[in-house]
């Protein structure tokens, strides 16, 4: 459905996209995941060719994408980052006239705006300027905005920036849903968690270009990390760290005395934690919390990267 | 037209303030056009009777018979033969002109001396006024007595001329009667009912208009960009004939027919459409550079009362100084209160006039033009900056 390839933008001396190549199907939820200044807006703004690239070539739908692809642009729908609303016109009124710049016919259009008011629940709210609603409504007229002419391709430039945890799960909720009923989705977020929780496949993006892709899973498995486990509350010496390093499938043990703290991360394997358990208590180490994680997109970013995804 | 209907759906919004701006013009207007006078310049003359003291120090035939004269055409006021009597009076406009006639008044004008003495205050038009008719009296007595009349015969003739009614035909030089029309005062204050308007209407949408994600939305979207300033474009046309027509309906409801039935209709109607031109490169500009409603509203007062006040259009260049006068040749304000007052001031206008009209009217279109670029650059700007 969408073929990016090559793709170079440089702002004067900085490299924005850095020969960036992606490959979207249609049906995916698509997660484009990156911390801030990695690349993803410059890159979704490239796509829907408000961008000029140096370097590159873009299909959409099979085409190739310009600025007047009006064909291709009319399938499109996008939701950015910031609400992007007429602060003088009521919720109907700006569903409408966002609608209104994909459908012409009249009838057609109120039906499509109401069932994008109905979808993002703002039933109640039709008559309401923007100033008058919350942070999370304000939100969800962004969203109805951006898709309410029913759009083959939904583009949601980190949709749920500044919003509360109840909105979040409602938005997220609303995207499967629009997967569901056959649009495809370009999700970008530096939430790891949510593209964890709804993206079929994901490309994370570091200095402008695509460090790794694939689902969830084989992003994992692309990593050494298979579990982490954490001990609280222990007292190891020297000689007991080394030990636990020195087990199987342990390949790091970081030991904080002034915490008492131990992580250890493990290759997969079956029994890692069971057998770091038998160790303490054959060494009769008391510990306080233990508990073990599997690896996130996150450990996934930072193993590739040597960084947090959020620094 | 979807792009189209925006602009009204906000503007709509913003009604309320458009009319508050033609409102307190059209106010402004009917208020200052009844203060004044109506009465033409040939629609009657009266000559004008001023307070005139005679102070007689030698009395006689002539003294006698300059007072009967003076006195067929003004006020005489007795007053105390004091200089400082004199003064006071004078100062305090008690009295306009003070003739003192001296002791043997006849010989000393028989032997071609001064006769007479005037005190005034000097400059006034009432000094000028009076003293021509006392030497007109005083060469008529010397002619006369020249010619061999006697000074009785010669005095006589002069109250006989003083008496002969005179008859007074103005000519009505500028064509206009001397009259302004009504609809000439309506129009000389429209530039600020054309300028808060469109600003407080227009400036919102852009305002909105320009805003990144907005932006960014409408560029993605299907209708090409240049159908979406096409659409802003007649946007502008449509508001701008829309502000335009309430004040035309206005004014020919106040004048009955106001300029459609008076003078230079044409030359009105263009200078008010060359300004609305004004106005709404204004209101392009003004939208461009404000980002908040607060900001908006604060420049559209500075814009319309700062450009009304030194163009001229609420009061006269004139009381502004020298320095200031220059200054306002750069506004777009002068300009058109310098055309509207042509067209006040003259029922026809003459092939120089009409070209000081053209040049007023030109110069507010090359004003709209440079406002309009300006902005152009600055959008640009803008544009590269976000980018």
Known sequence: ?311 | MTVFKVYFLIIRRNFAAILMYIGIFAGIAVAIQASFQHTGMTEGFSAMKLDVAVVDRGGGILSETLQEVLGLQHDLVTIADDEQVIQEELYYGNVKYVLIVKDKALEKLQAGEQAVQSITVPGTIAAYYVEAQVNAFLNEIRTALAGGFSPEEACQEAVALATIPVNVELVDKNGNAGIREDYNYYFAYMPYAFLGAAIMSLSIVIMELKKKDIRRRMQSSSVPFLKQNLAALISFAVLGAVIWGICMVIQTFLYRGGVFGGNHTGYYLLNSIVFMLVSLSLAYLTGTVSNTPTVLNGMANVISLGLCFLGGIFVPIEMLGEKMGKVSRFLPTYWYSKTNGLLGDYGVLDAEQIKSVWLGIAIQVVFAAACIAVTMAIRQRQLQEKE
Do not use: W
């Open chain 1, 1 to 311: 459905m969408i073929h990016i390839e090559n793709l170079v933008k440089r702002y004067g001396e900085v490299l924005a996209l850095d020969h960036l190549n992606l490959d979207i199907a249609e049906g995916e939820i698509f997660g484009l995941l990156g911390p801030n200044g990695s690349g993803k807006t410059t890159a979704i703004n490239c796509l829907l060719a408000l961008l000029k690239y140096d370097k590159g070539e873009i299909t959409v739908f099979g085409e190739p994408m310009h600025p007047e692809s009006y064909e291709q642009k009319r399938q499109i729908g996008i939701v950015p980052q910031n609400v992007a609303v007429f602060e003088q016109m009521s919720v109907y009124e700006n569903i409408d006239y966002f609608c209104g710049l994909y459908v012409k016919e009249k009838q057609k259009r109120r039906e499509l705006v109401e069932e994008a008011i109905a979808f993002v629940g703002l039933e109640d709210y039709r008559k309401m300027l923007p100033r008058k609603l919350s942070g999370g409504l304000l939100r969800r007229l962004n969203i109805a905005c951006g898709i309410a002419h029913q759009p083959r391709l939904i583009i949601l430039d980190e949709p749920t920036v500044a919003v509360d945890p109840q909105s979040r799960n409602k938005i997220l909720e609303g995207i499967v849903a629009l997967n569901k009923k056959g649009s495809t989705i370009i999700y970008t977020s530096h939430y790891m968690e949510e593209v964890e929780q709804i993206c079929t496949r994901i490309v994370i993006m570091d200095h402008g270009r695509c460090i790794a892709s694939g689902t969830t899973e084989e992003l994992k498995r692309m990593i050494k990390t298979g579990e982490t486990i954490c001990i609280e509350g222990v007292m190891l010496t020297d000689g007991q760290t080394e030990a636990i390093r020195a087990l199987p499938h342990v390949f790091q043990a970081d030991y904080a005395q002034e915490e008492n703290r131990l992580v250890i991360k493990c290759t997969s394997a079956k029994h890692n934690l069971i057998r770091v358990l038998n160790y303490l208590q054959q060494e009769e180490v008391p510990f306080g919390r233990v508990f073990s994680e599997l690896p996130t997109l996150n450990d996934v970013f930072l193993e590739i990267t040597g960084k947090e995804l959020r620094d």
